[in-house]
């Protein structure tokens, strides 16, 4: 980990920011991920939801799956189940995962590639990992993000794009000392190939060692960092940041961070973060597992859509439109 890699000196660099004069962004608020059981039985960290969900507007939730060496007939994934309301981002490292909707859309995501899928006003998918990956186990790492879509948009039709590791904007941060892959949104001026509805920026960076990371950041953007391996800190005064923990920045037009002298062995020698913001929606939002609305009344029709088959375009023979699956501990929360 990670899967793209480039040699920093040959990429665009991130412009120099003037120490004095920025208004750099501080940690609000540091949240360790709390572990949960998803899908088949696969393990994940949450940092979100389970803080102040209006303090990550407009994103839903954050799933760090792994990092987990599988033994051969152990790798699971999540089967058959239905989404609507929002996006789902899945972005894999290592191993791998396939992915099928009822629309069509679908593919291998693997080796630093993102599946983008807009639920909309409904769609049925999964997410397993291919059977010769199975078959031979090995390394798997990577993230889910869910994004809100505004009220205007929550009937948007389904919608899948495949963002191939290739197709990520590569930087170089002013001194060559960080990678930084920008999948969505923009970074200075260079933009990510994910097509958003909401207006977000989403990227992972690798800062080596010692190294810092200073980056201008759209100021009606909130701001999240969070630390797939490794450890660093963050902002002007340097709040340490660790493996598993998410930062909530206060406002600001720039990040600033920088990674530890020394790594721990499993990290290699760099930090991996992601770097998460957008434009909060502020709108209410009424959640029910994998349905994501603005009303009570709203989630209500979803779960019966579902269950009469109507919520999707098309349903693969092997689907039972009747039950509904499995969601773990955010199932009941309706959040006005």
């Known amino acids: 980990m990670p899967a793209v890699t480039a040699d920093t000196l040959t990429l665009p660099r991130l412009r120099a920011l003037p120490q004095q004069g920025t208004a750099w962004r501080t940690a609000h608020k540091v949240v360790t991920g709390k572990k949960s059981v998803e899908g088949e039985g696969f393990q994940v960290r ?10 990550a507007d407009p994103f839903l939730l954050l799933d760090h799956l792994g990092a987990v060496e599988y033994a051969p007939g152990e790798a699971k994934g999540a089967p058959w189940h239905p989404h609507r309301g929002f996006e789902t981002v899945t972005y894999i490292m290592d191993g791998a995962f396939e992915h099928t909707d009822s629309t069509g859309g679908g593919g291998l995501i693997t080796d630093g590639a993102t599946q983008w899928m807009t639920a909309g006003s409904g769609v049925m998918h999964s997410e397993l990992p291919p059977d010769s990956f199975v078959a031979s186990g090995g390394l798997f790492h990577g993230t889910q993000l869910w994004v809100n879509l505004p009220r205007s948009l929550k009937w948007t039709p389904p919608r899948y794009q495949d963002i191939g590791s290739r197709d990520v904007r590569l930087l170089s941060s002013v001194d060559g000392g960080a990678l930084l892959r920008v999948i969505a949104g923009e970074l200075d001026g260079y933009r990510g190939p994910g097509v958003t509805h909401t ?22 953007f ?14 002007p005064d340097a709040r340490p940041l660790e493996e598993g923990q998410l930062a909530v920045l206060g406002a600001g037009d720039a990040l600033t961070l920088r990674a530890a002298d020394t790594q721990p062995a499993a990290a290699g020698s760099g930090w991996n973060v992601l770097l998460l913001g957008g434009l909060p929606l502020r709108e209410p939002v009424a959640r029910y597992g994998p349905f994501v609305m603005n009303t009570k009344a709203e989630i209500i029709d979803a779960v019966e859509d579902f269950q009469s088959g ?16 499995h969601r773990t501990s955010e199932d009941t929360d309706l959040h006005r």
């Open 46 to 55: 949450r940092p979100f939801p389970g803080m102040d969900l209006s303090l």
């Open 199 to 220: 207006p977000i920026s989403y990227a992972h960076a690798t800062v080596n060692a010692g190294a810092r990371v200073d980056v201008g950041w759209p100021a009606d």
């Open 222 to 235: 909130n701001a999240l960092v969070y630390v797939l391996s490794g450890r660093g800190t963050i902002g």
């Open 310 to 325: 109507k919520l999707i375009r098309q349903v693969p023979d092997e689907l039972d439109p009747g039950t509904m699956p």
